[in-house]
């Protein structure tokens, strides 16, 4: 089975603090994608990539950046955390553009 | 753009029941895939049933199917024979099949609860 793993499940963090979110999958998949999910507004990309060192931006990027050095690793930046970025992220990944999604279990971010 | 809009918050369901989630959505496209995702209280998204659209025949996963109207861009979720494990959030969301386009667009999610 495809193995979706995030760093943490539960992370609190600063206002102004420097925040990492890792996502590491086991499958050798070409695409990664960062989403945020906020009660009422369902999930919503953030950035996604579909190979290592390549990123686009997704509907929300803003706040955020993204880094692939690795094909198993796609890491979320928070340059400087702020409140509104509380929410959880989940990443997913595929070995397709067309392939199907696999989600990781979520990290839930708080800013305080 | 394409969007999907969920229209129903919540639902609710007695055990044995069946339920139907609603899902619409609006794109320009004509071939795409559509998908609805369930999240149980554990945050896994797992995959429950999808459709390419250009097949007429609505897809079926054991008491999981969908009825997919193209024409007027609806794709709900029928659940048979519900369960307690059902009870959860669901997500449809929607794929283009242009192979630029990868990410999934997601609606706001209906939770389902399930009573005995």
Not at chain 1, 14 to 29: I, N, P, S, W
């Amino acid at each position: 089975d495809v193995k979706v793993t995030q760093s943490s499940r539960y992370l609190v963090k600063r206002t102004g603090e420097k925040v990492f979110l890792e996502c590491v999958q086991d499958m050798d998949h070409e695409n990664m994608f960062w989403y945020r999910q906020d009660p009422g507004l369902g999930l919503r990309l953030i950035y996604f990539s579909y190979d290592v060192k390549m990123k686009e931006k997704g509907d929300i990027p803003e706040g955020y950046s993204v880094s692939r050095e690795k094909k198993e690793r796609f890491s979320l930046i928070l340059e400087s955390a702020s409140t509104n970025q509380t929410s959880m992220y989940l990443c997913a990944s595929s070995l397709s553009g067309r392939g199907r999604k696999f989600f990781g279990p979520g990290t839930r971010l708080t800013v305080l | 753009a394409q969007t999907v809009t969920q229209s129903q918050p919540e639902m609710s369901v007695q055990e044995a029941e069946t339920v139907t989630l609603s899902c619409t959505y609006d794109t320009s496209e004509s071939d795409y895939y559509l998908f609805w995702y369930k999240q149980p209280p554990s945050r896994q998204m797992i995959l429950v049933i999808r459709q390419e659209a250009y097949k007429q025949q609505n897809a079926t996963e054991n008491r999981f199917s969908v009825n997919f109207q193209k024409a007027a861009k609806s794709f709900s979720l029928k659940i048979s024979d519900s369960q307690l494990g059902d009870a959860a959030m669901y997500f449809c969301a929607y794929r283009t099949s242009n192979q630029a386009g990868t990410a999934l667009i997601f609606g706001k999610g209906t939770t389902l609860s399930v009573s005995s």
